[in-house]
C-alpha cells in the first residue's frame, strides 16, 4: 500500500530511453557524492535498462521536481521471481523529503506481483546492495523491515612491476575465447557450475550471460582467459579493460574436479601479467566477503586488498524454500 506522498509539486513517471542521459547525470552524482568516485558508464545504463525480463514501463520509476529536472529514479529487477532487486537514487539536494520512502513502496508493490509468478514452495525476498557510505538509504531501509545480512568487497592490486608468472597444474594449457569463439557457450556453462558455489547463486540463462558478460561495453575475448585440461574447461578468468576503471576480472572461477590445484591463482596471476603488459595496472575484482570458496584467502595472497565495501540487505516477502545457494553442498 503506498501511504507515502511525494513533496508538492513533484511529480512520478515512467521512463522512457530519451530519460537515460537524465538519469545517467543523477546516478553519477550519488556515486561521486558516497565514494568520491563514478563508476556507471552510458553503456551500463543501456544494458540495465535493456537486460532480459525488465521493462521501463512496469519496473522503473522517475520523480520530477517542480522545474522538470529529474531528482530521483528507482527500478525493480528480478530472478526467477524470487529474488527482488530494488534499486533507487535519490539527488543529495532532495534526501529527507519522502521521495525515497515513496519509491520504496512503489518497488515492495511491485514485488508483491512478483511473488504468485515465483515457485509455489520458494521463499520470495528484495534483496539489494549499498555502499557502506551511504548511511542515508540504509536507515531507510531498516526503517521498513530490511536486515542487513551480509557484505561483498571490491578488492584491488596496485602493480609497481611485472607480477609473478603463473605455474599452472600438469595437464593444463591456456587459451583465450579470442582463439575459438565457438567456445562461448561453454564458457557460459563453466561460469554456472563454478558458480553454483557462490553465495546466492540461481541459475542463468545462456541469453542472460551474453547481455551481461558479452554485451558491455569493452567485451575483449583476448581477455577470456581458459585453463583447458585438454578440450574440458576446467576454470574461466573472464577479464576486461575498463578504461578509466582500470583492468578487472569480472568472473574468477574454479570447477569442483579442478580445485585445490592452484588454477585460481595461476589464472589470477596471469591476468595481472596481460594487465601489466598492457599498461593497465591497477586491477580490481569483486567478492562475497563471506565467500563459500574462500576466494577473498586466494585474492589476499596474491597481494590484492579491500578498497571498498557494499552491504546486502534483506527482506522476506514470502516464506518458503530458499532456492539460492547458501551453503556448500558436497561441493
Not at 508538492?8 to 561521486?32: C, H, I, N, S, Y
Not at 609497481?160 to 579470442?178: D, F, K, N, Q, Y
Request: hydrophobic share 40%; with cysteine; charged share 25%.
Amino acid at each position: 500500500m503506498i501511504t507515502q506522498t511525494l513533496p508538492k509539486g513533484f511529480v512520478m513517471r515512467r521512463p522512457t530511453m530519451d530519460d537515460m542521459e537524465a538519469v545517467w547525470q543523477l546516478v553519477k552524482d550519488d556515486e561521486l557524492a558516497l565514494d568520491d568516485e563514478i563508476e556507471t558508464t552510458l553503456s551500463d545504463m543501456q544494458r540495465w535498462w535493456q537486460m532480459p525480463n525488465f521493462d521501463l514501463a512496469t519496473d522503473a520509476w522517475l520523480v520530477l521536481s517542480p522545474e522538470g529536472q529529474v531528482v530521483a529514479c528507482a527500478n525493480l529487477s528480478h530472478e526467477n521471481h524470487v529474488r527482488l532487486h530494488p534499486n533507487a537514487n535519490v539527488h543529495r539536494s532532495y534526501l529527507h523529503r519522502g521521495i525515497g520512502t515513496y519509491l520504496l513502496q512503489l518497488q515492495e508493490a511491485r514485488a508483491q506481483e512478483h511473488i504468485p509468478l515465483a515457485d509455489p514452495s520458494a521463499r520470495v525476498s528484495m534483496i539489494c546492495w549499498l555502499s557502506s557510505n551511504d548511511q542515508d538509504s540504509a536507515h531507510l531501509l531498516e526503517q521498513h523491515a530490511f536486515k542487513c545480512i551480509r557484505s561483498s568487497y571490491r578488492m584491488g592490486i596496485e602493480l609497481h612491476e611485472r607480477p609473478a608468472s603463473p605455474v599452472w597444474a600438469e595437464g593444463i594449457t591456456l587459451r583465450t575465447l579470442a582463439d575459438n569463439m565457438d567456445l562461448l557457450r561453454a564458457v557460459y556453462e563453466a561460469d554456472e557450475d563454478a558458480f553454483q558455489d557462490h553465495w546466492g547463486y540461481l541459475p542463468h540463462t545462456f541469453e542472460e550471460f551474453q547481455h551481461w558478460e558479452v554485451k558491455r561495453e569493452n567485451f575483449d575475448p583476448a581477455l577470456w582467459f581458459l585453463a583447458m585440461d585438454g578440450e574440458q574447461i576446467a576454470a574461466i578468468g573472464l577479464c576486461a579493460d575498463e578504461k578509466e576503471q582500470g583492468g578487472w576480472v569480472h568472473s574468477l572461477g574454479v570447477r569442483r574436479p579442478w580445485r585445490k590445484k592452484g588454477i585460481g591463482m595461476a589464472l589470477l596471476r596471469h591476468a595481472f601479467g596481460e594487465f601489466y603488459q598492457r599498461g593497465i595496472h591497477k586491477v580490481y575484482l569483486g567478492v562475497d566477503a563471506q565467500s563459500l570458496t574462500g576466494a577473498t584467502r586466494l585474492y589476499e595472497r596474491a597481494g590484492m586488498r579491500v578498497v571498498k565495501q557494499a552491504n546486502t540487505y534483506e527482506k522476506e516477502l514470502r516464506a518458503g524454500k530458499e532456492l539460492s545457494t547458501q551453503t556448500l553442498v558436497n561441493a
